[in-house]
């Protein structure tokens, strides 16, 4: 079984910092990665996605996400965060055919002045 | 905004009681997924209905139960529900077999059972 880690479960960070946050993934089979953000009483939102292709994944609102295969990694990065970007983030998978998504626990992402 | 819509957006039920929540899917859209998510834990998927029938069920009992319409929109029904029930729930409609196509989710049914 297919499994999603994410290793922080907040990140305080300063405004036009940037920031990295870690999900790893376990699986032997094909693997496609996602980042989700959620705001406070909202569902999810799409950042960006990984399916094939360049491992050097753009979204929206400036972040970007890179695929690691050898480190099962697909860590996402801004180089400059806005008190906006304050949100509860997402990492996910989808293994082989299956189109259901696997989510990890969440990184609490805290932007302050 | 999606066009991914769920109601009601905030229920307050009783132990052993049932409840239903409801979600229209985003137009062109065949599959919906459903997901609980508990305070401060990502989605857990429940189940996906594909067509009307039931494509995959994750590790939830079978008091957890649901449909889907002609029109694709889809029901989540629980029964007898438990204190542990109280999650926000989470619709997501997509198209089934594309996987480039983007899982669009509505703002979530927040039950209580209290």
């Known amino acids: 079984a297919q499994s999603v880690t994410q290793l922080d479960s907040q990140v305080p960070v300063f405004e036009e910092a940037p920031v990295e946050l870690r999900c790893n993934y376990s699986?032997?089979?094909?693997?496609?990665l996602f980042w989700y953000v959620q705001y406070p009483n909202q569902g999810l939102q799409l950042l960006l996605k990984?399916?094939?292709?360049?491992?050097l994944v753009k979204g929206i609102n400036g972040f970007e996400a890179e695929f690691n295969k050898s480190q099962t990694s697909f860590h996402l990065r801004k180089p400059s965060v806005h008190i906006s970007d304050t949100a509860e983030y997402f990492c996910a998978a989808i293994t082989g055919t299956a189109s259901k998504l696997t989510f990890g626990t969440g990184t609490r992402l805290q932007v302050t002045l | 905004e999606t066009g991914v819509t769920q109601s009601p957006t905030h229920l307050i039920k009783t132990r052993g009681q049932q409840v239903t929540l409801r979600c229209s899917s985003q137009?062109?859209?065949?599959?919906v997924s459903w997901y609980q998510q508990a305070l401060g834990q990502g989605p857990q998927f429940i189940f996906q209905?594909?067509?009307?029938?039931?494509?995959g069920r994750g590790n939830f009992p079978p008091r957890f139960s649901g449909l889907q319409f002609p029109n694709y929109s889809s029901e989540l029904n629980v029964n007898a529900l438990e204190l542990d029930d109280s999650a926000l729930y989470l619709c997501?409609?997509?198209?089934?077999?594309?996987?480039?196509?983007?899982?669009?989710f509505g703002q979530g049914t927040r039950l209580t059972v209290v």
């Open positions: 699986s032997s089979v094909s693997v496609y």
């Open positions: 997501a409609s997509s198209l089934q077999g594309v996987l480039n196509t983007e899982a669009f």
């Open positions: 137009s062109g859209h065949n599959t």
């Open positions: 990984y399916l094939s292709g360049s491992t």
């Open positions: 209905y594909y067509r009307e029938e039931e494509n």
